[in-house]
């Protein structure tokens, strides 16, 4: 019998087998220790990694903001937020001092539904809750400049007593890795600091790279964004390969940063022995219900730390892509970008001399990568808009793998990564 493979796709999973001739290696982010997460929430406010306690730091009459994630980050934001309430209302502050900001970045708003899910019916209908506004200036803070990058902010969190933020810290390809100051500087961030964070001039400098923390100056701007907006605790988590939070901490931010990078290096780096003709790359949800986001698995891998793919690879990606190249800002210039030109190398030329608008990076990034591979997008309800953007839409696993041995060669060499964006892939040249 043939051996099955599966990689995550939406809410569930893709299976399928490999045409014969074709062999396959298994990567995955490894696994951890469940923890209780209500509990380890408390236990993380009760203890935190450096700094005060929000207990010392919370005092009655402060005006408080909680920054959260969008629908776009898996992160348990109910539960945390739920934590940090209770925690500042112990201290005396007032239900009427909170402001709870989902950070939706250059992101559609969130939708009533999507609030009530992230912080549970009570919470969503008891509080003042706000989508940050990055394009209108009336609703912005201006902080000043950092390293000729101009930092805006949400004026609801730059101008509270005391500014808070969830998170998870999971790779990623600018920041290096996610959590709380990204939720805040990006999330709840200006659109002139993420145009100019996300240019082709940053994301080529050295040391912007995925897994990085280094030295690396997107990291820094956001860091310093965060700082000056006042951003004092956070509480975050990292999830290992089956999706459970295994850890949770909370404190000063880049202390806590630190703690949980160290911790997801241990869970996501794989090294590798070769370099292989096809990636089969899995997302899952929430990242795959559109083009924009599912399309980091394409930069995730080409641009790993070394490289995996080999010369004129290809990049298979299972997903639905329900919301098409997806409905935001971001999303609708980033496929603006792709099907103004031609093909990748056009692509380029375009918008790498050129001040790009925040969302054409990931058009930016994904042609550079199809300049040197192949993409194919497996059962997605967004086929058009997939070939629109330079790659192809395949109706099943059988017809890619068809596609992609005619592209590479018939004995392949397949690399499958269950879920690709937790999975930080070193290829044999590098470290």
Not at 68 to 80: E, G, K, S
Request: aromatic share 4%.
């Amino acid at each position: 019998m043939q051996e099955r493979f599966a990689v995550a796709c939406g809410t569930g999973k893709m299976e399928f087998t490999l045409p014969p001739g074709m062999r396959a290696d298994v990567v995955r982010p490894r696994l951890g220790n469940a923890v209780d997460l209500p509990s380890a929430a408390q236990a993380a406010l009760m203890q935190p990694v450096s700094g005060p306690s929000l207990a010392e730091l919370a005092r009655p009459g402060q005006r408080v903001c909680i920054v959260f994630t969008d629908a776009t980050r898996d992160v348990p934001d109910q539960i945390l937020v739920s934590a940090l309430l209770a925690q500042l209302h112990e201290a005396g502050i007032r239900r009427q001092d909170v402001v709870l900001l989902c950070g939706v970045g250059m992101h559609r708003p969130s939708t009533p539904e999507e609030k009530a899910a992230k912080l549970g019916a009570d919470v969503a209908s008891s509080y003042r809750i706000l989508d940050s506004e990055p394009r209108s200036v009336s609703d912005l803070v201006h902080l000043g400049d950092h390293d000729g990058i101009p930092l805006w902010v949400s004026r609801p969190a730059a101008e509270a007593d005391l500014l808070l933020a969830t998170g998870i810290v999971e790779p990623h390809q600018y920041a290096g890795f996610s959590g709380g100051r990204k939720t805040v500087a990006i999330g709840a961030g200006g659109e002139p600091t993420i145009a100019a964070t996300h240019s082709p001039s940053m994301i080529e400098r050295d040391g912007v790279r995925l897994g990085n923390l280094a030295d690396n100056p997107f990291h820094l701007a956001l860091v310093e964004s965060a700082r000056r907006a006042g951003l004092r605790f956070v509480i975050n988590v990292v999830r290992d390969g089956a999706g459970n939070v295994v850890e949770v901490a909370a404190g000063e931010p880049q202390a806590t940063l630190e703690h949980l990078a160290a911790r997801a290096r241990q869970l996501y780096e794989v090294q590798l022995d070769r370099r292989y003709d096809i990636v089969v790359a899995g997302v899952g949800h929430p990242k795959d219900a559109n083009i924009y986001q599912a399309s980091r698995a394409v930069t995730y891998t080409y641009f790993a730390p070394s490289p995996v793919l080999a010369p004129g690879g290809v990049i298979i990606i299972p997903a639905p892509c329900a919301e098409g190249v997806g409905q935001g800002v971001g999303e609708q210039r980033f496929a603006a970008a792709m099907r103004a030109h031609p093909g990748p190398d056009q692509v380029v030329s375009a918008l790498r001399h050129r001040v790009t608008l925040a969302g054409e990076q990931r058009s930016y990034l994904l042609a550079r990568a199809l300049q040197g591979c192949r993409v194919i997008f497996v059962g997605t309800e967004a086929g058009e808009e997939v070939e629109a953007c330079h790659m192809t839409a395949a109706p099943s696993m059988e017809e890619a793998f068809h596609l992609a041995r005619q592209w590479t060669r018939p004995d392949a060499d397949v690399l499958v990564a269950p879920h690709s964006l937790l999975t930080v892939l070193r290829g044999p040249d590098g470290p």
